[in-house]
């Protein structure tokens, strides 16, 4: 079953589940449903990893805001036009910056959103990172750069500072993409991995990597990565002569609009125990949570971007970047809950796709 496009994030619907407190609940089987699941934390524990601890950070990823062309049915940031309030302020980036400078273990700036791009700040900000040695990854719907004649050099921007550019396609069909993004995204997204083609992303000896982010358009678990990877390859190059360098299949976790298409649908306790019965302890170490800070628009610091989603902010005394304290989030345990499950069915899931 395919999820369908809604106009307007859950936020402008006056949604229930636009509380973050409200889906916790949810997941705890303490509103809207009965159904309880083991704790992940007692998981976790079966393997010596109670509390989970993390290692030093490396990835210092920020959600610059909630602003994007786009309403994607699955998407757990709750994204949209309607979200123009959440975005990251020049003063807050400022902050990150030093932040960056300052943290010697950190190699990688990963920025997302929304579409990140349409925060006003983006460019200068990516500028700045560059300058400092730091790798920097873009997190792009695609349409972004077809969206507006402003966003049309983007791949040009992109490569002369070498940024690292993750773009989102659900699969290499209209019906499927569209199904998921809505109309007309599909078009967009080819013409835009065209754009960013003809600047060299993706191809051999370039230099600029373009990887793809694959999301199962419905209430199951994603397939083979390789398999998958082996046959987008295959599609793309054969219908529209597109390259890109890898594939990340990443499990949807039941936050936000896609917890909202599960409730709806009636899979919720379905894929809940699809999640809970594919636990897999070997991805535990190669958690992206154990080696990366997520920052919030508004400066929150996080242990990853779903806990951001969720508002379960790092156990630590040091929770916002005004008073970023590196000792005091050294060691600190991992926040976790019942989404983690997500993260670790199957071959594991991460911003950077499969874990084992």
């Known amino acids: ?34 159904s309880k699941f083991p704790g ?19 990835i210092f990823q920020l959600n610059i805001g909630k602003l994007c062309n786009q309403t994607c049915a699955h998407c ?10 959440e975005n990251m302020d020049r003063a807050t980036l400022e902050r990150c910056l030093q932040i960056i400078a300052s943290v010697p273990t950190i190699t990688t700036v990963d920025i997302t959103g929304g579409a990140p791009e349409m925060n006003a700040h983006f460019r200068w900000f990516v500028e700045e990172v560059t300058a400092l040695g730091k790798q920097v990854i873009d997190r792009c719907n695609l349409t972004i750069l077809c969206a507006n004649p402003k966003y049309h050099d983007l791949p040009e921007f992109f490569a002369k500072n070498k940024v690292q550019v993750v773009s989102s396609l659900p699969y290499f069909s209209k019906k499927r993409t ?14 835009a991995l065209q754009m960013l083609n003809a600047v060299g ?51 949807n976790l039941p936050i936000a609009r896609f917890l909202d298409y599960l409730l709806e649908s009636g899979n919720y ?15 535990v170490d ?15 610091i996080y242990d990853c971007d779903f806990n951001q989603m969720l508002d379960l902010k790092v156990a630590s005394t040091s929770q916002h970047i005004d008073d970023f304290d590196l000792d005091a989030l050294k060691d600190r345990s991992v ?20 874990i084992s």
């Not at 809950?337 to 796709?353: D, E, L, P, V």
């Open 40 to 58: 992940f934390g007692d998981k976790i524990a079966e393997i010596g990893h109670r509390p989970l601890k993390t290692n030093p950070v490396e």
């Open 286 to 300: 190669g958690l992206m949570c154990r080696n990366t800070l997520s920052i919030s628009w508004d400066g929150f």
């Open 335 to 354: 926040v976790v809950n019942q989404h983690c499950y997500g993260c670790t069915a199957g071959a594991g899931s991460s911003c950077g796709g499969e």
């Open 76 to 85: 757990h940031v709750d994204a949209g036009p309607d979200r123009k309030e």
């Open 178 to 191: 569209d199904s998921q993004r809505g109309d007309g995204v599909f078009e967009d997204s080819i013409k």
């Open 201 to 251: 992303y993706g191809k051999e000896g370039t230099g600029l990597e373009l990887h793809l982010v694959y999301n199962p358009s419905g209430a199951f678990l994603p397939a083979s990565q390789e398999t998958l990877q082996a046959e987008f390859k295959r599609q793309l190059k054969r219908k529209f002569d597109i390259e890109f360098n890898m594939l990340f299949a990443i499990t």
């Open 1 to 34: 079953m395919a999820i369908k496009q809604k106009s307007k994030s859950l936020k402008a619907r006056g949604n229930n589940l636009s509380d973050s407190f409200v889906q916790l609940n949810v997941l705890n089987g303490k509103d809207i449903v009965d």
């Open 269 to 283: 306790e379905e894929y809940m125990h699809k999640l809970v019965e594919a636990y897999n302890p070997g991805t």
